[in-house]
């Protein structure tokens, strides 16, 4: 199971396992390459099968991203490739919007 602390750029995670517990650096360059500024907003949270999960820090909802900055979201059981500017959008919006 993997979990982020909640510290800013360049933190590290720890990352549990079964047998051993390692860090890991946050990686903020799919983020940074998407909305720079805005970065701020969001919290660095773990990465699992190369994407990462970013999580708002208002909506707490997870903006997910892989290296190349292409945005994905669950449905159902699965992650599925969407727009990233439909996505952004849900993600930050207010949750009484």
Not at 16 to 35: F, G, Q, S, V, Y
Not at 38 to 51: D, Q
Not at 67 to 80: I, K, N, P, S, Y
Request: charged share 40%.
């Amino acid at each position: 199971m993997r979990r982020g602390d909640q510290g800013g750029r360049g933190s590290r995670v720890v990352v549990h396992t079964r047998r051993e517990m390692k860090t890991e650096p946050a990686n903020w360059k799919p983020l940074e390459r998407r909305i720079r500024a805005l970065c701020a907003e969001f919290m660095w949270m773990y990465r699992e099968n190369g994407l990462e999960y970013y999580k708002h820090i208002d909506t707490r909802r997870y903006l997910i991203l892989d290296g190349a900055g292409r945005c994905f979201r669950r449905q159902d059981a699965e992650l599925v490739c969407v727009d990233f500017r439909d996505e952004f959008r849900r993600v930050t919006e207010a949750l009484d919007a």
